[in-house]
């Protein structure tokens, strides 16, 4: 299988690792040679750490390395069985890249985005065959780690999602299928559960008197920071009262609302996150931390949202639901 690759940063070098390691010839496009040629540097010399660690023979990697062709043009992609773009986060460049990748690719082409957070069904809508467009979705660093989320768009055909999932499971990644939702299964579960531990850390209340929360706090703020989605990053607190100024908390959900920008449920229809108001926001991704029963000097900075029994369960429920077929 011929495979291209639009976008040689982070994630599509990574991507593009992934397919020549797997043994498919694999165009990479960038916009420039400069940036394609860095790309090419990254996959060489992660492909070298694993020659060193004993994963890969020599000749094993320099026909991996034999196999990744360079390109500024899309036009090259046009004899590709399979394209995945991975290129920045927006909705409108990925639009506009598909709606050119559906007229020059042929027409049993499979199209697929590695978008974490954008509505496939809204990037598929600007082809004229919507149905061979799906969504794969790796996590960083696509070469180690194993899940990619096949996302199947409100027309995505049985068949573009077969292939899709046939080819990351042939390359050694766990393939598991889900419905284009907001955050599909990984961001739909952890967001909420990072805005939590950053809300916490919000409503920290004068250290001096919780000395003993204070790691807590700092270990709150670091895990929110952590990862590639840096969406749950927790806003400053006054210094004099320990109090979250509302500003703060408002660009708290500024930041949320931006990580899920461009689709949302609401009922049987979608909207636009940034037409809701921060409130409804709030509402969207989890809501506040339950206070009742809870003394107010009892409280620690990290409440949770109920007990860990009923968290447990609502994730399992979670998941089933996105899971579900159809």
Known sequence: MKVGVVGLGTMGAGIA???????????????????????????ERYLARAVEKGKLSGEERDGALGRLTL??????????????EA??????????LFAEL?????????????????????????TEHPERVVGMHFFNPAPVLPLVEIVRAERSSDDAVRIAYDWAERAGKQPVNC???????????????????????????????????????????RTARRGPDDAAR????????????????????????ARLRGFA???????????????????????????????????????EAGDSRRRRAGALEDGRELLEPG
């Open 17 to 43: 690792q992934v397919s020549v390691t797997g043994g498919h010839d694999t165009v990479g496009r960038e916009v420039s040679m400069e940036l394609a040629e860095r790309g090419r540097a990254t996959i």
């Open 71 to 84: 390109t500024t043009e899309v036009s090259e992609l046009a004899e590709c069985d399979l394209v995945i």
């Open 87 to 96: 290129i920045v986060e927006e909705l409108g460049a990925k639009r506009e």
């Open 102 to 126: 559906d007229r020059i690719t042929r027409p049993d082409a499979v199209l697929a985005t590695n978008t974490s957070a954008l509505s496939v069904t809204e990037i598929a809508s600007a």
């Open 179 to 221: 419905r284009d939702t907001p955050g599909f299964i990984v961001n739909r579960i952890l967001i909420p559960q990072r805005r939590r531990l950053a809300d916490g850390a919000l409503r920290a209340r004068r250290p001096g008197r919780h000395r003993r929360a204070r790691p807590r706090v700092r270990s709150a703020a």
């Open 234 to 257: 927790p806003a400053r607190t006054d210094a004099g009262r320990g109090e979250a100024r509302p500003q703060e908390r408002r660009r708290l959900l500024q930041v949320l609302r």
């Open 265 to 303: 449920e609401l009922g049987d229809g979608r909207v636009e996150l940034d037409d809701l108001a921060p409130d409804r926001v709030r509402s969207l991704l989890g809501e506040e931390v339950e206070r009742d029963g809870v003394h107010r000097r009892d409280r620690r900075c990290l409440e």
